[in-house]
């Protein structure tokens, strides 16, 4: 396990992801019923991005520093988690954030050295369970959720191996499976549409419904050894979401301009009907 998120922390990847996961939370939260999360692959929970790691890339900078001072409306809410949050937060403490007392989120983390902050982190509290676990294997284990019917898996592996796209799309069909009125959220890098394009056809060869994938993209994705882009595929969204989820990815490739990002591009579709 080489990859560490800390070095990450901020990018425009994790904006991306972060304001898509907000719009599902605050989806689930406008129903009075409590909801579950299982975040599969949590990270660390929070990041400081003066530490060691994040000065050595500097991707938050062209991340979550070029999108501080926006004053678009759209971003508005995600801004202000971040500031609220205090150090850059991580998915946990994104759905923390949005959870109410009725609501619980399970987070898993394999890496010994991040699920300890991980820990530290949530280690009072009470809606909180934290695993260190592979986030695939403890689908078949933490599924359904045991008090909840309604909630949310996100998995945001690393993509380090080859068979990353292979594993998301075995794990949506095992959600679909075990946990029907969930919604799941599945991040993933855009270098090139080839394994993109695989991984779409899984899904839809499996017989998955109502898929929505949402992408935003730097640049072309010709070139497979850059990370070109990065999308989130959301599976059974909330009413609504596919307006919504344009309108803040919209606002994050004004938020995101720089000179050398000319051809940024936002493109949302629907993969499979309900
Ligand atoms: N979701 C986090 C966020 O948005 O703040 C970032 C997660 S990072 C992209 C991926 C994380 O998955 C890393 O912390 C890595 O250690 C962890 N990881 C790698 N393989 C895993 C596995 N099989 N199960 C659980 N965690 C894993």
Redesign the pocket.
């Known amino acids: ?1 080489n ?3 800390a070095y990450h ?1 901020g990018n425009f990847a ?1 904006c991306i ?2 304001a898509i996961l907000l719009v599902l939370l605050k989806a689930l939260a406008r129903k009075p019923a409590g909801f579950c999360v299982l ?6 929970g929070q990041y400081d991005l003066s530490s060691e790691e994040a000065q050595k890339t500097g991707e938050w900078k062209t991340g979550i520093g070029l999108l501080e001072g926006s004053e678009d409306p759209a971003l508005q809410e995600y801004l202000a988690a971040v500031r609220d949050l205090g150090l850059y937060p ?3 403490a994104f759905t923390r954030h949005v959870l109410r007392p009725q609501d619980e989120l399970i987070a ?4 010994p050295e ?1 699920v300890r902050p991980l820990r530290r982190l949530f280690r009072d509290d009470p809606q909180v369970s934290i695993h260190h ?4 294997e403890a689908l078949r284990a933490l599924l359904p959720p045991k008090h909840l019917k309604r909630g949310l898996v ?1 998995i ?3 993509f380090e191996k080859l068979d990353d796209f292979q594993q998301c799309a075995q794990a949506v069909s095992l959600i679909r499976n075990r946990f029907r009125a969930g919604i799941v959220a599945v991040w993933y890098p855009i270098k090139h549409r080839t394994p993109v394009r695989a991984f779409y056809n899984a899904l839809t060869d499996a017989g998955i419904r109502d898929i929505i994938a949402c992408e935003f993209l730097l640049r072309p994705a010709l070139d497979p050894s850059r990370l070109n882009g990065c999308g989130m595929l959301v599976v059974n969204a909330p009413y609504g979401f596919e307006n919504e989820a344009r309108t803040v990815l919209e606002a994050m490739k004004t938020g995101l301009a720089t000179e050398d990002r000319e051809d940024m591009q936002v493109h949302i579709e629907r993969l499979a009907e309900e």
Do not use: I
């Not at 975040?39 to 660390?44: I, P, V, Y």
């Not at 898993?108 to 890496?111: D, G, Q, T």
């Not at 676990?133 to 695939?136: E, H, L, S």
């Open positions: 396990m990859y560490r998120h922390a994790d992801k972060h975040d599969t692959h949590a990270g660390c991580g998915s946990p898993c983390e394999l890496h991040d676990r592979n986030g695939y996100l945001d592996p690393p």
